[in-house]
């Protein structure tokens, strides 16, 4: 099994990344701390998460080499046109206190229809060597289509709500077909899909934590995968899930639980 994947600019991004959503500003540096000596080589934050200074403080405390570690991070929500994705640009590598790997638009939010112009903002900000890779986060097909239509290289990662109660299918197919690197933010369902009888049965039969078999799942379905978790014990479990497999039946019976819309557990990004 790979640990990374490979974007069309041959840059590699580790599987296993490190979701920070909700960790308090004075928490950060610690808990993204303890997820670096765990082995997460891959730490997402935002400007959304006021975290981004903890993040920076951690990989510098690390003593790991910084282009060993891959740092993702999203523009404000409300982000649109080029002076705020500038301004956003110099608000997180200044926090960061280091360059950012790539730089997602957070939300699409299609009814107010200004994506695409804050695409090509992000496009120009990564031609004047500003950003690395670039890429999207809560894009439908049809948002992606838009982005896509000016004919530029598509993003490097479309970041999406996924988990065995919301598989989340028809954009995962999408993005393949175009070569979109998907990553899965709320892996866990937010923690709902641990309890989940089916997860509970391959767990037992493969010795490993329900986590673990939810986040090996997705690693055997080609994502990048974002877990939260707030202990080291649960952080370093999440972690320890490249040494072992699950077999093509245990996979199918995960793939059975998708729910459809009804098992998302965040907001429909249509709606926003
Ligand atoms: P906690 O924050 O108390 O550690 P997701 O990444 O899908 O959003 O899921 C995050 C939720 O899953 C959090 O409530 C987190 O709890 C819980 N969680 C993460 N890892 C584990 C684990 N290994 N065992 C049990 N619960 C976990």
């Known amino acids: 099994m790979e640990s990374t994947v490979t974007v069309p600019g041959g840059r590699r991004i580790p599987r296993l990344g490190f979701g920070t959503y ?48 891959w740092i993702t991070s999203k523009l404000p929500i409300d982000a649109d046109g080029a002076d705020e994705v500038n301004r956003a640009v110099d608000a997180t590598v200044d926090a960061l206190g280091t360059h950012v790997d790539l730089y997602l638009i957070h939300w699409p939010r299609p009814r107010h229809g200004r994506y695409p112009r804050t695409w090509q903002a992000l496009r120009s900000a990564q031609a004047a060597g500003r950003l690395r890779e670039i890429g999207v986060s809560n894009f439908h097909q049809a948002q992606l289509d838009r982005i896509l239509a000016d004919g530029g290289p598509p993003p490097a990662v479309n970041q999406i709500e996924a988990h065995p109660h919301f598989a989340n299918n028809a954009v995962r197919r999408f993005c393949a077909e175009r070569g979109i690197a998907v990553a899965a ?33 997705h690693l055997q379905r080609g994502d990048i995968v974002l877990p939260k978790a707030s202990t080291p014990q649960r952080i370093r479990q999440n972690a320890a899930v490249f040494d072992f497999a699950l077999d093509a039946r245990q996979m199918t019976r995960i793939d059975q639980l998708d729910r459809g819309e009804a098992g998302r557990t965040g907001p429909n990004p249509e709606r926003l």
């Open 22 to 69: 909700q960790i308090a500003p004075r928490d950060t540096e610690q808990r993204v701390g303890e997820a670096l000596r765990a082995g997460y080589r891959h730490i997402d934050t935002a400007r959304y998460y006021r975290n981004e200074k903890g993040v920076g403080a951690a990989v510098r405390a690390s003593g790991l080499v910084r282009d060993d570690i």
């Open 185 to 217: 933010w709320s892996p866990l369902g937010a923690g709902s899909v641990l309890r989940d009888p089916t997860i509970a049965a391959v767990a037992r039969e493969a010795g490993r934590s329900p986590a673990q078999v939810i986040l090996r799942w």
